[in-house]
């Protein structure tokens, strides 16, 4: 099994530009979540998603949206990137809520926006 | 809203132990997870208890759950320099989690 994969690993935007950070996970998790990682705050959770076309808003949502149309993707999709939005991006999931699996991570995309 | 609280930084010698505290405030949490992230990496879930548990243990490292003080601290027996890293804390709510900021752990020879 993959796992959890996110693509671009690296990516440069400018002000103003538009992206979509791919996310997908091949264990038929229901559970999806979007986080950004800044130094000194530790992980603050954007999106999430309980089900295929379920998601709601995490603590820091503006300038994101998302959608899950399928059980194994939820991609991550940025606006009108902004410097603010410099910073690593970690999705992750898990088969339900609350469980000994817990969330299973991928490896990060880190996005520098000039 | 859910708050988890850290130590930022912790400095141990090879072979000693290290403790890891965390604090949290929802008392409704069903699991409490540690995972741990290397310098670049993703983070890796290293060990979890449920909350109707007081302690857990697995290999070199052991959990103890003070529920009533919502206190969660990992204990790592033997530390190697290998387990230097950054180790958080995570807060099982329904559906997400909510993490402290991460405490590091520096292991010298």
């Known amino acids: 099994n993959a796992g959890v994969t996110q693509t671009p690993k690296f990516q440069v935007l400018k002000t103003g530009q538009s992206m979509t950070l791919q996310c997908a996970q091949d264990m038929n998790h229901e559970y999806m979540s979007w986080y950004r990682q800044d130094p000194g705050m530790g992980l603050r959770l954007i999106h999430y998603?309980?089900?295929?076309?379920?998601?709601d808003q995490g603590e820091v949502p503006n300038g994101y949206n998302v959608s899950r149309s399928t059980t194994e993707d939820f991609p991550l999709r940025l606006l009108s990137a902004a410097p603010s939005q410099t910073s690593v991006y970690f999705c992750?999931?898990?088969?339900?809520?609350?469980?000994?699996?817990?969330?299973?991570f991928g490896s990060g995309t880190r996005l520098t926006v000039v | 809203g859910e708050d988890v609280e850290q130590s930022l930084f912790l400095s141990v010698r090879e072979g000693d132990s290290s403790v890891i505290n965390c604090t949290y405030t929802d008392s409704s949490s069903t699991y409490l997870y540690w995972y741990k992230q290397e310098p670049g990496a993703g983070l890796q879930l290293l060990t979890y208890i449920f909350s109707n548990m007081d302690m857990k243990q697995d290999q070199r490292l052991t959990v103890l759950l003070n529920k009533k003080d919502k206190h969660l601290s990992l204990r790592i027996a033997d530390t190697q320099t290998g387990d230097s890293a950054i180790y958080f804390c995570?807060?099982?709510?329904?559906?997400?989690?909510?993490f402290g900021k991460g405490t590091m752990l520096l292991v010298s020879p």
């Open positions: 992750a999931s898990q088969p339900t809520g609350g469980s000994d699996y817990g969330y299973t």
């Open positions: 995570a807060d099982s709510g329904y559906s997400t989690l909510t």
């Open positions: 998603s309980v089900g295929a076309g379920i998601t």
